[in-house]
């Protein structure tokens, strides 16, 4: 985990309200990545980002949202949660487009109620 | 969908015991990599192969690569109670940047 961070590590919402987790990455690599892990689904791409301002989405973008103003911080947003959207969320990072290892955060468990 | 297929699901050996996880994909790949998983953790990266290698070894653990039958296998020599953790294969397409990950394999090692 190192020299990346998650924030908050856990969270509860509501349903209908907006959501921003943060990913923070001292390693100054290019590329970010966004994940959701849920039982029996693996770990799904959900957006993912090869530089400031340039972000595309994964196979389960619907709901999400996604910015990235500086190379070190990535930012996921969930605009109106639902419970479907419940789930663990990792950030990773790699310094070439996935030809070469990702480096994962610690995760951010997110529970909407 | 998912690329990557973990075979078993689980699978729960005694310490000093070998355990083989294996990975089957849909397209071709660029590489394939394993990662790791303990539990409340975020993944750590193990090992990768390319597409032009057959087989790999780091330490106690060797994969091999077959691109003919789409599949890999990953072999934990001399497995430790340590080594208990969620395993994942991960492929990187050749028509694409990102790396598409398997369900996982949840290895238990006995003491």
């Known amino acids: 985990d190192a020299g990346i961070t998650q924030s908050p590590r856990h969270k509860v919402t509501e349903t209908g309200t907006p959501v921003t987790l943060r990913c923070h990455q001292t390693?100054?690599?290019?590329?970010m990545y966004w994940y959701r892990q849920d039982p029996g689904h693996g770990l799904r791409l959900i957006h993912y980002?090869?530089?400031?301002?340039?972000?595309d989405k994964g196979e389960v973008s619907d709901g999400y949202s996604v910015s990235r103003s500086k190379t070190e911080d990535f930012l996921l947003t969930l605009e109106s949660a639902t419970s479907s959207q419940t789930s663990v969320y990792f950030c990773?990072?790699?310094?070439?487009?996935?030809?070469?290892?990702?480096?994962f955060g610690p995760g951010t468990r997110l529970t909407v109620t | 969908s998912q690329q990557g297929e973990e075979d078993p699901q689980a699978l729960s050996i005694q310490e000093g015991e070998n355990a083989t996880m294996n990975c089957s994909y849909k397209?071709?790949?660029?590489?394939l990599q394993w990662y790791r998983q303990n539990s409340g953790r975020g993944l750590v990266h193990l090992i990768l192969?390319?597409?032009?290698?057959r087989e790999k070894h780091s330490g106690r653990l060797r994969v091999t690569l077959d691109t003919s039958k789409k599949s890999s296998s990953l072999l934990i020599t001399a497995s430790r109670a340590a080594d208990t953790a969620s395993y994942f294969c991960?492929?990187?397409?050749?028509?694409?940047?990102?790396?598409?990950f398997g369900e996982g394999t949840q290895l238990t090692v006995n003491p």
């Open positions: 990773a990072i790699s310094s070439l487009a996935g030809a070469y290892e990702q480096y």
């Open positions: 390693e100054n690599h290019r590329y």
């Open positions: 980002s090869y530089g400031v301002k340039d972000t």
């Open positions: 397209t071709s790949i660029n590489n």
């Open positions: 192969i390319r597409s032009n290698e």
């Open positions: 991960a492929t990187q397409e050749t028509s694409g940047s990102r790396l598409t």
